[in-house]
């Protein structure tokens, strides 16, 4: 938790629900994450309002209460960080969850905002949308296993060398699981 302010933690599962402002703010954390080294959808920064606005306006508009939930950190009433967990519609993997796009704002960091989005993603997947796993795929090289691993999840494979983010840095795709919830 924050060392010193209130965490307020928010579920979005309707794209209606998501306000201007708060739009604006996803953005804006997202440009700021992606261009200070933040591994969070975009590999290539820096990016700008005409990267991230597509993608995020498309995330948004998939928001459902059955299949996928935006969930968002507030701390002293500004964007601290947010996370998006989605179920598959298939049924033979329709038990599984994916979390997708973590991330907290820089100045954010280290007041354990990732850690209470991860908890809190947990008991919703398990709670309210019955899931029995999740998973993530994470880029290599950013700590991001020992994040996780503390929170419970483990690694369960890579993709070697998967992801070339210049001629000279190739990294693996670490998948990471999170079972029982």
């Not at 306006?57 to 960080?81: E, K, Q």
Request: hydrophobic letters at 40%; charged letters at 30%.
């Amino acid at each position: 938790m924050p060392h010193d302010s209130a965490l307020d933690l928010v579920q979005i599962t309707d794209p209606r629900d998501v306000a201007p402002e708060l739009r604006r703010e996803l953005i804006d954390c997202w440009i700021t994450v992606t261009n200070t080294g933040g591994a969070a959808g975009f590999p290539f920064p820096p990016v700008g309002e005409d990267d991230v606005t597509p993608v995020a306006d498309r995330l948004l508009s998939r928001l459902d209460p059955h299949r996928s939930r935006l969930l968002v950190a507030r701390a002293d009433g500004l964007l601290a960080g947010w996370v998006v967990l989605d179920r598959d519609p298939y049924r033979l993997v329709g038990h599984w969850g994916a979390v997708h796009h973590l991330q907290t704002r820089p100045a954010f960091r280290g007041r354990g905002i990732g850690s209470a989005l991860v908890h809190e993603l947990r008991k919703i997947a398990r709670d309210e949308l019955g899931l029995e796993q999740l998973r993530l795929a994470a880029r290599g090289g950013e700590g991001l296993e020992d994040f996780y691993g503390r929170l419970g999840w483990r690694e369960i494979g890579r993709w070697p060398a998967a992801l070339r983010l210049a001629p000279d840095d190739t990294r693996d795709e670490v998948l990471m699981i999170l079972a029982p919830l």
